[in-house]
């Protein structure tokens, strides 16, 4: 059974750091892109960031410059590291991955906490 499994949220005040990690486990597809999504009590839920198959990565304009996006296809694994973080960066963030051997599918973890404090 294919599973997504997240890791590195948490409690921060403003202005500080966090790094969140998905590993995909009990897979032998290939993987596409991948990405970071979040969703906020009450919103929907929004890209944060994504890294094509060939490393071509893009942000949400509210990421751009602070957070950045990386894969390492040896391991299967995709991280955000998150910088300069405001309290509005408040989710559950979710990893996902496109997947598959003939015809891809997406693929999501269960979702991490990440709060922000004022």
């Known amino acids: 059974q294919v599973q997504l499994v997240e890791s590195g949220g948490g409690l921060v005040q403003a202005g500080g750091s966090l790094r969140l990690s998905c590993a995909v486990s009990?897979?032998?597809?290939?993987?596409?892109?991948m990405g970071w999504y979040r969703q906020a009590p009450g919103k929907q839920r929004e890209v944060v960031a994504e890294?094509?198959?060939?490393?071509?990565?893009t942000y949400a304009d509210s990421a751009k410059g602070r957070f950045t996006i990386s894969r390492d296809n040896a391991k299967n694994t995709v991280t955000l590291q998150m910088n300069s973080l405001k309290p509005e960066d408040t989710a559950v963030y979710y990893c996902?991955?496109?997947?598959?051997?003939?015809?891809?599918?997406?693929?999501w973890g269960q979702g991490t906490q990440v709060t922000v404090s004022s």
């Open positions: 996902k991955m496109t997947m598959g051997r003939w015809v891809y599918s997406d693929y």
């Open positions: 009990g897979s032998t597809f290939s993987i596409g892109a």
């Open positions: 890294v094509s198959s060939s490393g071509t990565t």
